[in-house]
């Protein structure tokens, strides 16, 4: 049988705005691994706010978390595993630097969490439950190297000209602005959901023609570039839909991912 690898972003894409999978495309999905297809999860969440979806989705493949940083198999210890360590001297330095531009500050490994300040936004995103949570000066505290860098700007920034102008003079990082809201990310150039989709499908030995992705934002980019068919939501952003194949019939809140992919797969 000729499979396919799809891979999903979540937040916007796989999950409804109530973070659920909608009831059809649960069970389609369940349908699709059973008769052999690999359903991957491709977030920037952490491992641990992942698994209850791997679960419900009873899948035994890999997964991708941190935008790419750290990708694994929790089944297939033959998997090559790949995770990403951010310096900590770079992430110190870069927070000094970035200080008058930003409220605070996360880094994390998927043991510990650095924070300056408390926010139960990125709580509730990251699930700090069941972490060692280390909080204080940055630039102190951090005592090993991170995977992730998350900032907030400060209400009054308008401008992200700023935050770019440091971040450009790091040749190897570059920044991630989250949709609809004031939060960040730095991230080294060679990490992505789509190198992490490439590692996986050369795995499997997927073809390119055979890859399928959905994604919402523009940390989905690099995923559309190395796959046979890119959908963008349809509640997406426009700044990538230019990069996709297909858009889908319908957004993440109306079964878009269920509707969009069994006119492409008959099961």
Known sequence: MDRYLIAFD?????????????????????KLTKKGHL??????RPSRALYSYY?????KTPMICYNGAYTFSPYDKDFPPFEFEFPKEVVQKLYKELHPYIEHVMCEDDTDI?????????DRFFWYKGMNIHKGDISEILTKNPMTMIAQKKEDL???????NIVKQYKDIDVRYWTGSPY???????????A???????????????????????????MFQIAGT???MKNGKESLKKHATHVSIKDNENNGIYHTLKKIIKI
Not at 55 to 59: D, G, H, I, S
Not at 201 to 221: C, H, S, T, W
Request: aromatic residues 10%; glycine residues 4%.
């Open 10 to 30: 979540m937040d916007g894409t796989l999950l409804t705005e109530k973070k659920k999978i909608s009831f059809l495309t649960l069970h389609y999905l369940r």
């Open 39 to 44: 359903i991957v999860l491709a977030s920037g």
């Open 55 to 59: 679960n419900q989705l009873k899948l």
């Open 114 to 122: 650095w924070v300056d300040k408390e926010d139960l936004y990125l």
């Open 158 to 164: 308008k401008d992200n000209s700023p935050i770019d």
């Open 184 to 194: 960040l990310e730095l991230y080294f150039k060679c990490t992505s959901k789509g």
């Open 196 to 222: 992490s989709v490439k590692k996986i499908a050369e795995y499997y030995n997927i073809p390119k023609e055979k890859i399928i992705v959905f994604g919402d934002a523009e940390n989905d980019v690099e």
């Open 230 to 232: 890119s959908i963008a």
